[in-house]
């Protein structure tokens, strides 16, 4: 089993509605969570930083859940602007190393 | 005001030769990374420096070797460049090892 593991999509969704995706992850040692977001031919950006109580930052809002060991991320209002990919990242305890899921693939249609 | 620069942007190559990637971060960072992202778009970490130490090697080929002068620059020397490493490299930086980190925009390497 993968340690990071994402829907690679794509999800196509139309402009305005509402998009959720899931990354699950398989070491129960986990300890920090992040989204990141790519465009085509980018470098990966950070989106946001995903904590235990979850988190929201304007249309978007992360959350964890230990118990099933994955991080989610929601798109409200969706924008053209939200096509990308998204990466979800994960680091262990005592462990530098940053691990990255294949990421979700994100269309928003007109 | 860039914040993690690489150099060169793109580069095309014969296989074959040796080739340097250059990597700075004005952001005072303690720690650098270098990743690889293939053709399939899988982002893999290669390498991690803390304040010039070697934190993280994975299982990479003995032709890449990775140089950090001081806690800003790391860059990534390749010797005998083969078809495979044809790729995009990133580099990163974070504050500590296990913080967010910061992309730099890439380098594009092709191995004709």
């Known amino acids: 089993r993968k340690e990071v593991e994402q829907d690679p999509g794509p999800f196509n969704v139309p402009e305005g509605a509402t998009v959720a995706f899931n990354c699950t992850y398989s070491?129960?040692?986990?300890?920090?969570f992040f989204w990141y977001r790519q465009d085509c031919r980018k470098e990966p950006k950070l989106l946001m930083s995903v904590y235990s109580s979850g988190n929201e930052d304007g249309r978007f809002t992360a959350q964890l859940n230990r118990a099933s060991q994955y991080i989610s991320l929601l798109i409200r209002d969706s924008k053209l602007s939200d096509s990308a990919t998204y990466l979800c990242?994960?680091?262990?305890?005592?462990?530098?190393?940053?691990?990255f899921g294949t990421g979700t693939r994100l269309t928003i249609i007109p | 005001d860039t914040a993690v620069s690489q150099t060169p942007k793109y580069l095309v190559t014969q296989m074959g030769n040796d080739k340097s990637i250059k990597c700075e971060q004005n952001?005072?960072?303690?720690?650098m990374y270098w990743y690889k992202q293939d053709s399939k778009k899988f982002l893999k970490i290669m390498f991690s420096?803390?304040?010039?130490?070697?934190?993280i090697n994975e299982t990479v080929p003995n032709r890449f070797s990775p140089k950090s002068p001081d806690k800003a620059h790391l860059n990534l020397h390749i010797n005998s460049l083969e078809l495979g490493d044809s790729a995009v490299y990133f580099c990163?930086?974070?504050?500590?090892?296990?913080?967010?980190?910061?992309f730099g925009d890439g380098t594009r390497l092709s191995i004709l």
């Open positions: 990242a994960v680091t262990r305890f005592g462990n530098e190393k940053l691990t």
């Open positions: 070491n129960s040692a986990s300890q920090s």
């Open positions: 952001l005072g960072h303690d720690t």
């Open positions: 990163a930086s974070s504050q500590m090892r296990d913080q967010p980190q910061h």
């Open positions: 420096y803390n304040n010039k130490e070697l934190i």
